[in-house]
C-alpha cells in the first residue's frame, strides 16, 4: 500500500535550483481520500510509541503533523523560524549546506519527560529534524518516534536523528 502514494508525488526537475529533484507532495495533499490515509498510516505507526504530543517545523510539518496529532487526539506544537512565535522562546541554531539557520519553540510548550512524536513531510539530510529534536529535547521532553512523509534515502538524514524509530511512507534511493 506505501507504493500507492508514490504514484502521488511529482518529480519537478531542477526545482528550486539545477541539479535538484524535488519530490512534490501537493498532489497527495490536494486528494482528500489520499491525504488523508496517508496521515491515518503515519498514526497507526505512531500510536506504537505512546506520544503525548506532536511538533513540527514550519512549514510543511505542519501539514503532517497538525493532522497526525488531531487524528492521535494529541496537541500539537509548531516549531519556526525566528520572530515568528509570540511568546518567550527558546532557540537552537544548526548548520545548512552554506551557513547556518536558527529555529525557535515556546518555552513552556513541551513539559519534561513529555513523549514527543516529531513529524514533517521530508527526511532528507535530517538537518531541521534535527535542530527540532534538540529544541524538544532543551525543554525536556523525550522524542520517542519520527514520522514523514517521503525519505530521501541517499542524503542519509535517518543517521542524523539518532536511534529513534523513523517511518516513512515513501522511500527514495536517487
Known amino acids: 500500500m506505501k507504493d500507492h502514494y508514490r504514484t502521488w508525488i511529482r518529480d519537478i526537475p531542477d526545482f528550486p535550483k539545477q541539479g535538484i529533484l524535488f519530490r512534490d507532495i501537493t498532489p497527495l495533499l490536494g486528494n482528500g481520500a489520499v491525504y488523508r490515509d496517508a496521515i491515518q498510516a503515519l498514526a497507526v505507526k505512531a500510536e506504537e510509541w505512546k506520544p503525548e504530543l506532536v511538533v513540527g517545523p514550519e512549514a510543511r510539518g505542519y501539514v503532517v503533523g497538525a493532522p497526525l496529532a488531531v487524528t492521535l487526539g494529541?496537541?500539537?506544537?509548531?516549531?519556526?523560524?525566528?520572530?515568528?512565535?509570540?511568546?518567550?522562546?527558546?532557540?537552537?541554531?544548526?548548520?545548512?549546506?552554506?551557513?547556518?539557520?536558527?529555529?525557535?519553540?515556546?518555552?513552556?510548550?513541551?513539559?519534561?519527560?513529555?513523549?514527543?512524536?516529531?513529524?514533517?513531510?521530508?527526511?532528507?539530510?535530517?538537518?531541521?529534524?534535527?535542530?527540532?529534536?534538540?529544541?524538544?529535547?532543551?525543554?525536556?521532553?523525550?522524542?520517542?518516534?519520527?514520522?514523514?512523509?517521503?525519505?530521501?534515502?541517499?542524503?542519509?538524514?535517518?543517521?542524523?536523528?539518532?536511534?529513534?524509530?523513523?517511518?516513512?511512507?515513501?522511500?527514495?534511493?536517487?
Open 74 to 174: 494529541l496537541g500539537f506544537v509548531p516549531v519556526r523560524k525566528p520572530g515568528k512565535l509570540p511568546y518567550k522562546t527558546v532557540s537552537v541554531e544548526y548548520a545548512l549546506e552554506y551557513g547556518t539557520d536558527r529555529l525557535e519553540i515556546h518555552e513552556d510548550a513541551i513539559q519534561p519527560g513529555q513523549r514527543v512524536v516529531v513529524a514533517d513531510d521530508l527526511l532528507a539530510t535530517g538537518g531541521t529534524m534535527r535542530a527540532t529534536m534538540d529544541l524538544v529535547e532543551k525543554l525536556g521532553g523525550v522524542v520517542v518516534g519520527a514520522a514523514f512523509l517521503i525519505e530521501l534515502k541517499q542524503l542519509g538524514g535517518r543517521d542524523r536523528l539518532g536511534d529513534i524509530p523513523v517511518y516513512t511512507l515513501v522511500q527514495f534511493d536517487d
